[in-house]
Each structure stands twice: as C-alpha cells, then as structure tokens.
C-alpha cells in the first residue's frame, strides 16, 4: 500500500508540476479571477411603472463592458448613474411600458463575448413572485416566462457556480496542491471532503448575511492561502496522516467567503434562498470533481509513459517543482491584491 501512495504521489506530482507551469503563466489580473457577472435587475411597481438596476464589474482596460437593451415597448421615465463597490458602475432607470407586464418580454445583452461576462438576470413581479435568467456570450437573449420553476433555480445557480470554480485559478490552484499534499486515495477523498464542508458552511453564513468580510482581504486571504500550502508542500515528509484534512477544512472557511462574493454579485432570489445556495454549492462540488478527476487521468496517462520506477526517482523533484510554480503564483496574486486595495 505505501508503495501505491508513493507511486500515485509521483505521478500527481508530475500532473501538479505541469498543470501549476501552466496556471503561473496564466495568472494575470484578468486569470486570478474574472469578472463578477454582472446583474440586471428589474421590478415591478404596483402602479404599472418598471424599476431597472444595472451593475456591471469594472472592466479590464481596452475591454468592452457589457450592456443591456432595455424590454421592447418601454419608455424611459427617469434614467441615473453612480459608482459602486469595487469600482463597479450602476445605472437605474424608471420606465412604463406598454401594454403592462413583463411576461413575454424579451431581455437582450450586448458585448458579452468582449467582456467575458455573463449577465444574472433578476425579475421581480407586483405580487413578489421572483423569475430569474442568465445571459452569456453563446446566449445573449431571455424571455421573461410566467413563473420560475424550483429546477430552473437549481439549474441556473448551479451553472454559476460550476463557471466561478472552472474560472478562478486561485481555487483551483488550492485544489490540486490538496490533492499532491494527501497522497493516498483514501486521504484524498477525506480532505476534499473538508475542503467541501469548510466552504460550504461560510458561503451559506456569509450570503444569508450572517458573517460579513470585505471582499479584498479575502481575495488577499485566499492567495496567502496558496502561499502556505506551496510552503507545505516543499517541507519533507509529505502526505503524512494528519496534516492535510484540517489544513482543507481551515482554509476552506476562507475560501467560502469567496464563494458567497461571487453569488452576493448574483443576488439571492427571495423565497428560493435555500434553492439558489444548494444548486451553486452543487455546482461549485461538481466543478472540482471534475478537476480532480482530469488531474487523476493525466497522472496516470504520465505514471504508463515513464514508467513506475522512474516516477518514484523523480517524485522529490517534482514535489519541489509543484511547491515553487504555486508559491511563485500566490506571491503574485498577493501583490496584485493588495495593490488593488489602494
């Protein structure tokens, strides 16, 4: 059985080593993280009028923003613009629309592809009853149904939180530096399991709004944590019984935090809360699985071509070579962070 860890732990060392190569060269301000979806809210009065909320992330420099074409038959009452948190800008209008209702209507969004960033669709009737939507590059374009069905709720935030982990280096990089660090198989699903439970229990705290963190010291906190676990990671004794399981479950309470930034962007839907939090958690799960497994396959499709003795050769370099590229990724996201503090 050792012998298998320690031959599953060099071959994983080797998938690490590529795959944190790979993502130090990626890492950018535009890779770390990128842009929050923006949010296109709209609600109606019950004196027939339509209350519109636009809020769009801050763009890259030379990257179109996105924006959104008001419903077809609507006319503008009142129109305002501010600034809002972390540099993003809100637009507001007021407008009356003719014949009333929103049912039917069609919600359209422009230069997504240019911005890489979808758009939270959020439409509140007189009655209170909620109806939400997704606008992406591949699909700029939403109807405006009767009701939001309970699945569509799933479905959506689902969808938002399998894009937010597939897109964030940062918790990616965590990940996989999880996975080098427990080794064995049976460790391996015990550690991402704590991972899971410390994420999830701060991201549904902080998005019922029970625990609030500003959002940049956790951004920075997140990458600190990169930076420990490089520094763990190129200590010697690896994959020792003990270390990784609390190690996921501590720095799993902080990266929840991110979590619930991404979907506090999004906005919860009054009445689906606890909907919205299990179909984005189930999305978030699903995005790692399939990460980890991708990891998995590339570790074995490298332990065939080298060969099992060669790999157990190389395993101490390839530790140190996984340490380095994540450590080198995280100083950098550190500076990056706390520059954009100032």
Request: aromatic share 6%; proline share 7%; net charge positive.
């Amino acid at each position: 059985m050792r012998k298998l860890a320690k031959r599953r732990l060099a071959t994983i060392g080797w998938a690490s080593g590529l795959a944190l190569a790979v993502g130090s060269c990626a890492a950018s301000p535009a890779s770390a993280h990128p842009l929050a979806p923006a949010l296109y809210e709209l609600r109606e009065t019950s004196g027939g009028e339509l209350v519109v909320r636009f809020k769009r992330p801050r763009p890259p420099v030379a990257t179109a923003a996105p924006e959104v074409r008001l419903p077809e038959g609507c006319r503008i009452l009142q129109r305002s613009v501010g600034p809002g948190e972390a540099g993003s800008r809100i637009e507001r209008w007021r407008l009356r629309c003719e014949p009333p209702g929103l049912a039917g209507r069609w919600l359209e969004a422009t230069h997504l592809a240019e911005s890489a960033t979808d758009v939270v669709v959020r439409v509140e009737r007189a009655d209170g009853t909620v109806i939400r939507g997704l606008l992406r590059p591949e699909s700029p374009r939403f109807r405006i149904p009767e009701r939001e069905s309970p699945l569509r709720v799933v479905v959506g935030y689902g969808r938002l939180g399998f894009e937010h982990i597939g897109s964030g280096i940062d918790h990616l990089l965590f990940v996989l530096g999880l996975v080098f660090l427990a080794g064995a198989t049976r460790r391996l699903l015990v550690t991402v399991t704590a991972f899971t439970l410390g994420h999830s229990l701060t991201l549904a705290l902080a998005s019922l709004g029970l625990v609030q963190v500003a959002p940049g010291p956790v951004e920075i906190g997140i990458a600190a944590s990169l930076l420990y676990l490089a520094a763990e990671l190129a200590r010697p004794g690896l994959g020792r019984e003990g270390v990784s399981v609390p190690l996921a479950a501590a720095f799993g309470l902080l990266h929840g935090l991110g979590f619930a930034g991404a979907l506090r962007q999004s906005g919860l839907p009054p009445g689906a809360v606890p909907l919205a939090l299990f179909g984005f958690n189930v999305g978030i799960e699903v995005g790692q699985l399939v990460f980890v497994g991708l990891l998995l396959v590339l570790a074995g499709s490298l332990r065939a071509a080298l060969g099992g003795a060669r790999t157990r050769t190389l395993a101490r370099p390839a530790t140190l070579v996984s340490a380095y590229a994540l450590g080198t990724t995280a100083a950098y996201l550190i500076f990056e962070r706390v520059a954009a503090l100032g």
